[in-house]
């Protein structure tokens, strides 16, 4: 299945502790269905000194979300909105806004 939420992509947050705020995708791992987005679903992590410069002690990170949990925002209409595919006539396959029928890619 080709992948609603890509990096850089700027996403809302549907459910959880976060719910409702938004950020930018960091990283995405399809098969886990997860992505990282910055700001969002932040942990304590303890983390053990590696290095001189890479002191340890207790840091806080990104979790990884469920993509489900997120839904994109679409640049035209600016609300978070469900994505739909469709093929270019030049064969790409892009994003559209479900909203407003803009392509998001
Ligand atoms: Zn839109």
């Given amino acids: 299945m080709a992948a609603k939420v890509k990096r850089n992509d700027e996403v809302q947050v549907l459910a959880g502790k976060d719910r409702g705020r ?3 995708v960091r990283a995405v791992n399809p098969d886990a269905g997860r992505a990282v987005v910055t700001g969002i679903n932040m942990i304590k992590k303890h983390q053990r000194s590696t290095s001189p410069q890479q002191p340890g002690g207790i840091i806080d990170r990104e ?3 469920a993509v489900s949990n997120l839904a994109v925002i679409c640049r035209s209409c600016s ?7 469709k093929v270019l006539e030049d064969g790409r396959k892009v994003r559209t806004c479900k909203k407003c029928g803009e392509a998001i890619d």
Avoid: D, L, S
Wanted: zero cysteines.
């Fill in 22 to 24: 938004r950020g930018t």
């Fill in 79 to 85: 609300n978070a909105v469900r994505v739909g595919f």
């Fill in 63 to 65: 979790a990884p979300i």
